[in-house]
């Protein structure tokens, strides 16, 4: 590390992302941020992907919370989105050309009575345009280049759809899913059993995991940490992603029996994943089984913050 470079910071980054966007351009913009900041080179990743036409709250993580994005993916989230009835696009949102019309519009009644066939466990055709692999290339690849593609239905749940506005042609709920949901695939599937066509004219994703909307940053404040302005008070601790998991509180010794993957034995805390602290400081994840926990996954920080 440069003499003069600050430590590379460790902990989550909420960006609220715009439209247009897309996740990995956040990923690059957060890189260089941190860089023209005089950070030291720090590993970045993001805890779930959002659509270039998606907005909203975006987690990236830092140094050692990238050891937590994948958790990140599996955790629910939470959308607003607007369905436009009376045309379906290829892409299922605005980018895309109309492939089917239709000129029923269905009332707020209606759509608020097909609802419930759309919450709990589902099934949905993800959309043509994804990043889903199709033997080794990517759906929206082979779509713009005019393959066929078929879709394989998959597994998904939504906890809750509920209407927040309706007006004419057009209605605006909010969704919370589990991982996997494809809101553009909801949208197409909810005009289809409403007798219409339809397609997402606006998505914003206000939760996701533990991590809300007030919480996320915009670019312009993340912008200033490569100007020199400080980064701690944008950042949240690597924890932040783990509020629902209870801590397990170590000891200099057992921590470095930890730090060294051993297996720490006859514990009263209850069966589960936990977070092992030495005083404040995340030393790793840890499945405690009969009194006996396992190391998930480790964090190498340092037991005084510098």
């Not at 019309?101 to 269905?106: Q, V």
């Not at 909801?186 to 005009?191: Q, S």
Request: net charge neutral.
């Amino acid at each position: 590390m440069n003499a003069r470079s600050k430590p590379a910071p460790h902990g989550w980054l909420l960006l609220d992302k715009p439209r247009g966007l897309g996740s990995t351009q956040a990923v690059g913009l957060v890189k260089r941020v941190l860089r023209q900041g005089g950070y030291a080179k720090t590993k970045v990743g993001h805890g779930g992907t959002l659509d270039p036409l998606a907005e909203g709250v975006l987690p990236i993580a830092l140094g050692e919370a990238t050891k937590l994005a994948g958790r990140m993916l599996d955790a629910s989230k939470i959308y607003d989105f607007t369905i436009r009835f009376g045309e379906q696009t290829d892409t299922l949102d605005t980018e895309g050309e109309v492939v089917a019309t239709s000129n029923h519009m269905p009332s707020v009644g209606d759509i608020a009575a097909a609802l419930s066939a759309f919450t709990g466990p589902i099934r949905q055709a993800p959309p043509a345009y994804s990043a889903i692999k199709i033997d080794g290339k990517r759906a929206y690849d082979r779509a713009r280049a005019c393959e066929e593609v078929e879709m394989k239905l998959r597994d998904t749940t939504i906890h809750a759809l509920d209407i927040l506005e309706g007006a004419a042609e057009a209605v605006t709920l909010r969704a919370h899913v589990s991982k996997g949901t494809y809101i553009r695939s909801l949208a197409r599937d909810i005009a289809l059993a409403l007798g219409s066509r339809g397609h997402v004219t606006y998505l914003r994703r206000i939760k996701a995991g533990p991590f809300t909307q007030e919480q996320a940053i915009s670019l312009d404040s993340a912008e200033e940490v490569a100007k020199g302005a400080p980064l701690e008070h944008l950042l949240l601790p690597l924890e932040a992603g783990l509020d629902d998991i209870p801590v397990l509180h170590l000891d200099p010794d057992s921590a470095q029996a930890v730090r060294q993957g051993r297996v720490l034995s006859e514990l009263p805390q209850p069966d589960g994943l936990h977070m092992a602290k030495l005083g404040q400081v995340p030393v790793a994840l840890m499945e405690l089984e009969g009194g006996s926990a396992k190391v998930v996954r480790g964090f190498n920080l340092p037991d005084v913050a510098e």
